[in-house]
């Protein structure tokens, strides 16, 4: 089993905090050296501005690891997974993608969001209390979009979400076990796309595009869809219930003002942060950068948590507030690489905090906070129950 001290720097957290050491980095050295036994890493960025000028670089900054040239890249890379690829292949397969998610189509998709909330509220009433918010809420309200949006059988969520815990939390034998199974989901899943395709996602993929987007990259694109809203999206609304529970005074307010609602989801994007550390990036040539050189082949991790909860200005950005009207952050990535999937995650995470506060007015947790276990080795950080009351 890895132990704690097996978690990066850049992933360390103190519950749903960055480490201490990461905020004092982020102030006094935000691109440092680094060395890590086991992991090529050369520096760790956690100053804003050092963060974005790294992750907005697709010029002099790639995803590919350091030893892949560029002409071996598409043999290596995860296909359908834009976090992989590097122009101009990422950007023929973005262009394919980004029409999907118009705001036409997040407008239709809406009403269905807000119906998948409501029966799962529904749900977590019923259950009685003390409940476990991830289990009846958290990730069957993501998961149930998500396949809505790609066209898979919502009876088929629980088998998915199963497969997606394993292959995340587990190592050797038991993981490869479920990537396999997986693996074979998602090709029955592509083929039978290619014989009838429907009005969802990969469907408009299949009719739009043919055979000009290949089995793999449809696959792939389920996949990342959906790793995305089981581990992603579901980990937003625990981590984020809970940090509205640990500022009482926020959450009354965002009760009081319904209309705030845009702006706590955006603050609780930044103050969460469940994406740690972006993927790492190698430099193409020698980099200047805040006094110092990052040399080419040399790879940087970017904390985004860090970078979130860094002082900008005169702002104290480490401190939690609806209110915040510039509440820029990088929970969605940066550069070419910003989600794609970013206005139907906004979409659910405002009608399930506004829905879940609404019909629990008095929602607390059911256990002290020091027995909520966290999921520090998970792809996405997390917890793993979140029991509550009302």
């Keep these: 089993m890895p132990k704690p001290s ?51 670089d697709a010029e002099r900054f790639s995803t590919r690891p350091p030893t892949v040239s560029a002409t071996d890249s598409r043999q290596l890379v995860e296909p359908g997974n834009l976090l992989q690829y590097d122009p101009p292949d990422h950007t023929a397969l973005r262009k394919i993608i980004t029409p999907e998610f118009t705001v036409r189509r997040m407008r239709r998709m809406e009403p269905l969001v807000e119906k998948i909330v409501t029966d799962q509220l529904d749900t977590l009433e019923r259950a009685g209390r003390p409940v476990d918010l991830m ?41 490869m076990v479920a ?23 990969l469907g408009m993929l299949v009719q739009d595009h043919g055979d000009g987007v290949t089995d793999a990259e ?24 809970l940090v509205l529970l640990r500022h009482p005074d926020q959450l009354a307010l965002l009760r009081e003002r319904p209309e705030l609602i845009d702006q706590a989801v955006e603050e609780l994007l930044r103050y969460v942060s469940v994406v740690s550390t972006a993927s790492p990036r190698t430099a193409l040539v020698d980099v200047p950068m805040a006094g110092k050189v990052i040399k080419a082949g040399q790879v ?37 690489h910003f989600c794609v999937g970013a206005s139907l995650g906004r979409m659910q995470l405002r009608s399930a905090f506004g829905g879940l506060i609404q019909r629990f007015p008095n929602l607390a947790l059911a256990v002290p906070e020091e027995e909520l276990r966290f999921r520090p080795f998970a792809p996405q950080y997390g917890v793993e129950e979140l029991p509550l009351t009302w």
């Design 6 to 56: 097996d978690i990066p720097v850049f992933n360390r957290r103190v519950g749903v905090d960055p480490t201490p050491e990461l905020i004092r980095l982020s102030r006094e050295e935000p691109l440092a050296e680094l060395v890590i036994p086991g992991q090529q890493i050369d520096w760790l960025a956690t100053g804003r501005e050092e963060v974005r000028a790294i992750l907005g």
């Design 135 to 175: 289990r009846h809420f958290a990730w069957p309200v993501p998961g149930l979009v998500a396949c809505a949006l790609l066209g898979l059988p919502r009876d088929d969520l629980p088998q998915l979400a199963r497969m997606f815990d394993i292959r995340a939390g587990s190592r050797g034998k038991r993981r």
């Design 179 to 201: 990537t396999k199974a997986l693996d074979s989901y998602l090709i029955k899943t592509v083929a039978q796309k290619r014989r009838a395709p429907g009005d969802d996602l």
């Design 218 to 241: 449809l696959a792939g694109i389920c996949s990342s869809f959906v790793a995305a809203a089981l581990e992603g999206s579901t980990q937003m609304l625990g981590l984020g219930t």
């Design 300 to 336: 940087v991790a970017c904390s985004l948590i860090a970078a979130n909860r860094a002082d900008a200005g005169n702002d104290s950005r480490d401190g939690f507030d609806i209110t915040r009207k510039n509440t820029s952050h990088f929970a969605f990535g940066h550069g070419i």
